[in-house]
């Protein structure tokens, strides 16, 4: 996991939640909040981890999570989606049809709940390896 000053304190909560539900998490940080942090500086470490451990899973936290989603998919081998709250088929879908391993997530527009129900359907949504689904992410580059 890893935030930008906006995602920070949904991170915290998030590390320790998931802890507590047996999960394995590795904070890739920030340790302490700085107002004026760099989403790509603590973004890009965090996704490089999650594109060498195969079936590995990332969440990056920030305002929107757009910034974040995008500099983890500079990073080969890393497929993030944006979540901002409401419809959960959208979290499905990015881990059934694009086989997601990284998972972006909108502080600004997400309630404690709601980061923590997402997280776990999220986690909870198989890749459905059907041949079409395979090739395209292939097709990724």
Not at 24 to 50: F, Q, R, T
Not at 75 to 99: F, P, T
Not at 101 to 119: I, W, Y
Request: hydrophobic content about 35%.
């Amino acid at each position: 996991m890893a935030s930008d000053h906006a995602g920070f304190q949904l991170k915290n909560m998030l590390v320790e939640y998931l802890r507590g539900r047996g999960y394995e998490v590795e904070d890739c940080g920030p340790d302490k909040l700085e107002p004026v942090d760099d989403y790509p500086k603590l973004i890009g470490p965090m996704a490089k981890k999650i594109a060498k451990k195969e079936g590995s899973f990332g969440i990056a936290v920030g305002m929107s999570g757009e910034g974040e989603a995008m500099e983890a998919n500079r990073i080969k081998g890393v497929r993030a989606a944006v979540y901002y709250g409401s419809v959960h088929e959208i979290l499905k879908l990015s881990r059934e049809h694009n086989d997601a391993n990284v998972l972006s997530l909108g502080a600004r527009f997400l309630s404690t709940q709601e980061a923590k129900d997402a997280v776990e359907y999220w986690l909870g949504t198989k890749f459905s390896h059907e041949e079409r689904h395979v090739r395209r992410i292939e097709e990724l580059g």
